[in-house]
């Protein structure tokens, strides 16, 4: 366990805070190949991951590693271009870090997206998977970013994860989909945390069906359980890349295919995305001084 200190994400914060007059309500994390999702911010200033004091490095193709803060439809707002996974190496308290330092920012409301193979029968490659909830398999062997002292300034010591994924949101974000005609294409379900980075053999595929799994890939838990922790509101959906592989003759995975249906698919989820942060309610006061 490698636990960062309060004055660790503060010290990040700040330092932002004093490059930009943006403050956010709203962060979304990119998965791989959904950086598009920031093109839709405007009066943008963006910062490389490697320029921010305390901030970890992406090393995946798909994630640029840059945060942008701007303006989407009257609320302020920052998006990762790129998010860290437990198999690069990083601790599971690094690839939360930045959840934390969202939340000192003034952040509410987290949007994570991702994408994922699909076990469900009726999920197909470039159908959008709103997250309604998750199996957080390394959380439940005990590797879990909310292992160690609790820092009770962020959250309590035990804290609950049933209903992490917003009813309310997920209610929003299925209706947008109706108004924008892709609802054909939408579909709640379950979506399960590996580790990575290899992808699952056709044993593990077929118990992941089993288990009642809709959608695997190697992200998002750990950081919904962060959010969650810290009293932030959740949003998640996967983009389905592909199926996975069950049979011997299944078509093969790899990360390149990964990449292409969600530059298939970015219009679309931009759309849906930015229909939501628009629609949706915040309530804290800050606005972006901009
Ligand atoms: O979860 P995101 O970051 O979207 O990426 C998914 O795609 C990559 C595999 O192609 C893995 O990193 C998997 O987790
Ligand atoms: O099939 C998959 N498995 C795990 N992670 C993934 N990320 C995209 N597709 C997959």
């Not at 590996?194 to 750990?222: C, K, Q, W, Y």
């Not at 003759?249 to 990449?259: F, I, M, Q």
Request: charged letters at 20%; a neutral charge.
């Amino acid at each position: 366990v490698h636990n960062k200190c309060h004055d660790e994400y503060q010290k990040t914060a700040d330092w932002l805070m004093s490059q930009t007059k943006h403050r956010p309500q709203v962060a979304i994390i990119c998965g791989s190949g959904l950086g598009m999702l920031a093109d839709a911010l405007k009066c943008q200033d963006s910062f490389a991951y490697s320029d921010i004091p305390g901030f970890p490095q992406s090393t995946v193709q798909g994630h640029a590693g840059r945060l942008v803060f701007g303006e989407l439809k009257g609320k302020s707002c920052v998006c990762m271009q790129g998010r860290f996974h437990m198999y690069e190496g990083h601790s599971l308290c690094k690839t939360t870090f930045p959840v934390r330092v969202f939340k000192l920012l003034g952040v509410e409301t987290l949007i994570v997206t991702n994408a994922a193979g699909s076990l469900a029968d009726g999920l197909q490659p470039g159908d959008i998977m709103i997250i309604k909830d998750h199996v957080n398999f390394p959380g439940l062997v005990g590797l879990n970013p909310l292992c160690g002292p609790n820092d009770d300034k962020f959250g309590p010591r035990f804290p609950a994860m049933s209903g992490c994924y917003d009813k309310g949101l997920r209610r929003l974000a299925m209706e947008i989909g109706k108004q924008l005609g892709v609802a054909g294409v939408m579909q709640e379900g379950v979506y399960a945390m590996v580790g990575g980075p290899n992808f699952e053999t056709i044993a593990e595929a077929r118990l992941l069906h089993r288990l009642g799994v809709d959608a695997v890939g190697m992200s998002t838990a750990p950081e919904v359980v962060v959010a969650t922790h810290c009293g932030l509101r959740v949003f998640g959906l996967s983009l389905i890349t592909n199926k996975c592989c069950t049979h011997i003759d299944s078509d093969s995975v790899n990360h390149e295919g990964v990449l292409e249906v969600g530059r298939l698919r970015s219009h679309t989820l931009q759309q849906l995305v930015t229909e939501l942060i628009s629609r949706m309610e915040i309530n804290n006061n800050n606005t972006s001084n901009n």
